[in-house]
């Protein structure tokens, strides 16, 4: 008789089944660290926040007062972490399941109202800002929550801390809102972004829930750094929009197309600056660590802040610019180019930092922040026309790239060497001596018992 060919036994097959349907079931991505698309839903979701970039910037700009600087802070960082939370649970549930696309749905609508509300934030749109904005925080916590514990017995205890303390959190934004004090308001609202942005800090401690742990901040690296440089995308977008529609609207005038050029030339010198070794080196970094959600938090989560907010800034920069070329500089004006361009330099030297493994800063991003001092009294001292004023700020960044780029694309100690010229020997020189210097504070500390 022929033997007969081996069949699965039975159990093996129906605990396959049983993993093929729990799989079917699951709303997470199961992605283990590994790859995570971003799906087109999330794309849409974001065109929402073009929307709210947009208010966050028209809000500074009629209100160009050291309060009115204050409370676009406020909005924008709610906005901010309204959006980053969001990116935070994409990176774990997953967008092509049914359920998770009535969430984010849910999501853009209440981010909608929230954004709308941003023009009469310290006033009648107050109440509408905080209840959308405590509604997408909590509602959405509380979703992944259930969705993690549905798929493994406490596993869903992370998301369910970071709801209560949004929670904890709520009665400010909510207070605040109801007050009828401005002022009041305005302090019941930093309480209330004091008690969210410290969160991650913490690690989600909770009073007998204890903290998350590495393990439960497990996520895509290559899901988190194509989502955030898809906000930087977003930014700049929005800066440009509003250059093109205030060119556009603008009267004929002396100086009009030099500051279209110089607009443009700054958010392009922006985008290289960050796309051209930031985003690519963050990248790299985050897939590459060990514990990826600790780089998702510290270098994408609250370093890509002042960058994002220097972009937004500068956005306002570009149009008072193109509204009044030639106009002397006035302290709004000076004050808005120096704290956007202070926030962009630093905040992406400090993502730069990290995402390198090194303990400095970039040298190019630290020399062109020196260089904003003698920028900065000559534009207090001498009343230059706007436009000029802010072209050399945009000179800066542009040799901030230049720099950047010959340095990691061949370098210019290199180079200088190649040619014999006494000033690369000069920077190997000292190159080789401050190696060395390290490499002995290294060797002493070892030696040390």
Not at 134 to 158: D, H, K, Y
Not at 341 to 350: S, W
Not at 418 to 435: A, C, D, I
Request: proline share 5%.
């Amino acid at each position: 008789m022929a033997a007969q060919p081996d069949r699965p036994r039975p159990g093996i097959g129906a605990a396959i089944a049983a993993a093929e349907a729990k799989q079917r079931r699951s709303l997470l991505r199961n992605h283990g660290g590994g790859h995570a698309p971003v799906t087109n839903l999330e794309l849409f979701f974001d065109l929402i926040f073009v929307f709210a970039i947009t208010q966050v910037s028209h809000y500074l700009l009629a209100e160009l007062t050291p309060l009115g600087a204050l409370r676009t802070a406020v909005m924008f960082a709610a906005v901010w972490w309204a959006w980053m939370w969001t990116t935070w649970a994409t990176n774990w549930v997953d967008p092509d399941k049914g359920e998770v696309r009535l969430l984010i749905g849910a999501l853009m609508l209440l981010s909608m109202a929230m954004s709308a509300a941003i023009p009469h934030g310290f006033g009648d749109g107050a109440l509408l800002f905080a209840a959308s904005y405590c509604t997408i925080q909590i509602g959405r916590c509380l979703f992944v929550s259930w969705a993690m514990e549905r798929e493994v017995a406490g596993q869903g205890r992370n998301m369910l801390r970071a709801a209560i303390w949004f929670l904890t959190a709520a009665p400010f934004w909510l207070g605040g809102a109801l007050i009828g004090d401005p002022t009041l308001q305005l302090w019941l609202w930093l309480a209330a972004l004091g008690i969210e942005y410290a969160a991650p800090m913490t690690f989600l401690w909770v009073p007998g829930m204890s903290r998350s742990s590495a393990a439960d901040w497990l996520i895509s690296g290559t899901h988190m750094s194509e989502r955030c440089a898809l906000f930087i995308i977003i930014a700049l977008g929005e800066g440009l929009i509003i250059s093109g529609a205030t060119y556009s609207a603008a009267p004929p005038q002396p100086g009009l197309d030099a500051a279209l050029v110089t607009a443009f030339v700054g958010s392009f010198a922006m985008w290289w600056l960050y796309f051209d070794m930031g985003a690519r080196r963050g990248a790299r970094h985050i897939e590459n660590h060990a514990v990826p959600g600790l780089i998702g938090r510290q270098a994408f989560t609250y370093w890509h802040i002042p960058i994002v907010a220097g972009i937004v800034i500068l956005a306002v920069a570009d149009e008072l610019v193109l509204a009044h070329p030639l106009e002397p500089l006035h302290g709004e004006l000076l004050a808005i180019v120096l704290s956007g361009t202070v926030l962009f330099i630093a905040g992406l030297a400090g993502f730069k930092r990290i995402s390198s493994g090194n303990p400095w800063y970039p040298a190019s991003h630290v020399y062109g922040l020196s260089a904003l001092v003698p920028i900065a009294l000559w534009g207090w001292l001498a009343h230059p026309p706007g436009l000029v004023f802010y072209a050399a700020t945009v000179l800066m960044f542009a040799l901030i790239a230049v720099w950047e780029w010959g340095s990691f694309h061949g370098g210019w100690m290199e180079r200088m060497e190649q040619r014999n010229w006494w000033l690369g020997r000069f920077l190997r020189n000292r190159l080789e001596v401050r190696r060395a210097r390290r490499l002995a504070r290294e060797a002493a500390k070892q030696a040390q018992p």
